[in-house]
């Protein structure tokens, strides 16, 4: 009697561990981890080009789900790793939980055998991720991930938005920061589903000498972009890998970081993801004041604006909102600054005059006035 | 739990956690209280601070660059009068309880490498005739609540110390909202 209980539980967990363990064949994106954590978008040419260029230059393959944008850490680097670029069919053990796939097949496919409306499909369309509708929701995500508090110099997290989904990615010395982030970012009104890429770094101890040599290299030489609590520039290292990311003043700056970390004994290679703050590239902003002003129609006015504030970099910035696309000045937060707001109330008028327009004037981090 | 204003914990990211030490309290006798009782004192409080820090500051073994030294002492350790064997639910009751009822918790965090000192604190709290640790699996002994709570408790204040030192102030929220520009959307380029 006992032997036949034991039988039955002893039937029910195989049923069960096999059922776990089944054999799924999902449609993915081959990539390489670097390209896959940043999280690019949708796979455009640019794309296809910085997961073969990463993955040449040493970064693992791993598959991202085509369906969720799930990043997916594979067993068989060499099974996938000759297909990085391009569309691949995968079979195996599939465990979403952990972000891993124990393969058994793979092989390449177009876009073109993926039908029309499959989920698969999501991911290579550019228009999933537009989030014109939804700024405000991309602020918030922003916001929440910015004000996280055990976030280092050596954690790199950020997101991606496709509509109501959002999608993190970075990576992490703690657990607490990827838990906290999807947490963070699942109590945000608007937000329906949180697919969390953020991998958890290892610390083995020459990944802490590189880290702790990278940071007080960078230090000497670029003090400017470190504060107390955190800095400007990023430094994630995996298994020997350098990652820079976050951005800088200067493409000099961008080269004296890469070069600082180059040398650095133990490191095998430096991929310098450092942008270089240029107007045209912010994309993010948190307003402390918006205004409406009205501008003068002639635009050749704030072109000089531009001008004048053009060339500085620093902490203040304004961004006028014009019809078409938005403006970018900023300047340093010296004797510029009252210059600035001098110059802007020269321009702009606080009430509706013939020959203004009305524009939004957003003082993203500017005076107190 | 003071810190140096020096010394930013920010600066490190990992933690290796000693094992306590333990100080007998100046009128007992050292060797009345049994070792076993002692290791698995030194035990649990071990595991309520990796517990407590561990998803924050993840514990590692070794020291190094960017690891802090959890270095510990439960001070004042006495021992309690003999306990009958009708007491004991498996083999591992001591004969002798000890007495945590007048402890003190000293705890002190050092660079790894340097030694340099970058927080301390000192925690002294009666816990009454309650206190003891009488199994070397006293955390099951429903009768030895009092010892476990306090343990948990100093754990987690030495928690709340870590979080209350990474919380932003002022000037780092300025930064971070002035420089947190996710690389989102195709904004990305490699070099």
Same mark, same amino acid.
């Given at each position: ?57 040493? +970064? ?8 969720? *944008?799930?990043?997916?850490?594979? *067993? ?75 976030? +280092? ?8 938005? !496709? ?13 607490? *920061? ?44 670029? !003090? ?53 703050? *240029? ?88 005076? !107190?006035? | ?191």
């Amino acid at each position: 009697m006992k032997f036949k209980a034991l039988f039955a539980i002893l039937a029910m967990l195989t049923a069960g561990g096999l059922a776990a363990q089944e054999i799924s064949t999902i449609s993915t994106y081959v990539d390489s981890d670097l390209c896959a954590r940043l999280l690019l978008g949708p796979i455009t040419t640019e794309r296809v080009q910085c997961s073969q260029s990463t993955y040449k230059d040493g +970064s693992q393959p791993v598959l991202v789900w085509l369906k969720n *944008n799930m990043v997916l850490t594979a *067993n068989k680097e060499k099974m996938i790793g000759p297909l990085v670029g391009q569309l691949a069919e995968v079979s195996g053990k599939l465990k979403a939980k952990d972000g891993t796939i124990k393969i058994e097949s793979v092989k390449p496919i177009t876009e073109a055998s993926i039908p029309q409306g499959d989920p698969g499909r999501k991911m290579l369309d550019v228009r999933t991720y537009r989030t014109d509708k939804s700024a405000q929701l991309h602020e918030k995500i922003r916001h929440e991930l910015a004000m996280m508090p055990y976030i +280092s110099t050596f954690d790199f997290i950020s997101f991606t938005q !496709s509509g109501s989904d959002v999608i993190l990615t970075g990576w992490t010395v703690r657990a607490i *920061n990827r838990d906290d982030a999807a947490r963070a970012v699942r109590n945000i009104e608007g937000v329906e589903t949180v697919i969390n890429n953020i991998d958890i770094l290892p610390l083995g101890s020459n990944d802490m000498r590189i880290r702790a040599a990278a940071r007080a290299a960078l230090q000497r030489f670029l !003090s400017r972009y470190f504060w107390g609590s955190g800095s400007d520039i990023k430094i994630v290292v995996k298994n020997g890998n350098i990652i820079l990311l976050g951005s800088v003043a200067t493409k000099a700056d961008s080269d004296i970081a890469f070069i600082q970390c180059n040398g650095i004994p133990g490191a095998f290679k430096v991929f310098n993801m450092l942008r270089v703050r *240029n107007s045209a590239t912010r994309r993010s902003v948190c307003p402390l004041q918006t205004r409406s002003l009205y501008v003068e129609e002639n635009r050749s006015q704030l072109d000089r604006l531009a001008i004048l504030l053009g060339g500085g970099h620093g902490h203040l910035w304004f961004v006028v909102l014009l019809a078409s696309s938005p403006r970018y000045f900023e300047c340093q937060e010296d004797a510029r600054g009252p210059r600035v707001l001098g110059i802007l109330k020269q321009l702009c008028q606080p009430e509706a005059k013939p020959g203004f327009r009305k524009h939004e004037v957003i003082c993203v981090r500017g005076p !107190s006035q | 739990m003071s810190a140096d204003p020096a010394n930013n914990i920010h600066r490190w990211v990992a933690i290796i956690v000693d094992p306590p030490a333990v100080y007998v309290s100046t009128d007992a006798e050292p060797r009345s209280i049994p070792n076993s009782g002692v290791a698995a004192l030194t035990e649990y409080f071990r595991y309520a601070i990796t517990g407590a820090v561990a998803n924050a500051f993840p514990v590692v073994q070794s020291s190094g660059p960017l690891v802090l030294r959890l270095r510990s002492a439960i001070v004042g350790v006495d021992v309690g009068p003999p306990q009958t064997q009708a007491d004991s639910k498996d083999g591992s009751t001591l004969a002798r309880p000890i007495n945590i009822g007048k402890v003190g918790v000293e705890m002190e965090l050092v660079d790894s490498e340097t030694g340099q000192q970058i927080a301390a604190a000192v925690d002294r709290q009666n816990l009454g005739e309650g206190a003891m640790v009488g199994s070397v699996s006293f955390s099951r002994e429903e009768k030895f609540r009092a010892a476990t709570e306090a343990f948990n408790g100093w754990a987690s204040r030495l928690r709340l110390f870590l979080d209350a030192a990474h919380e932003l102030s002022k000037e780092d929220v300025a930064h971070v909202e002035a420089t947190n520009f996710p690389y989102a959307n195709g904004s990305a380029s490699t070099k």
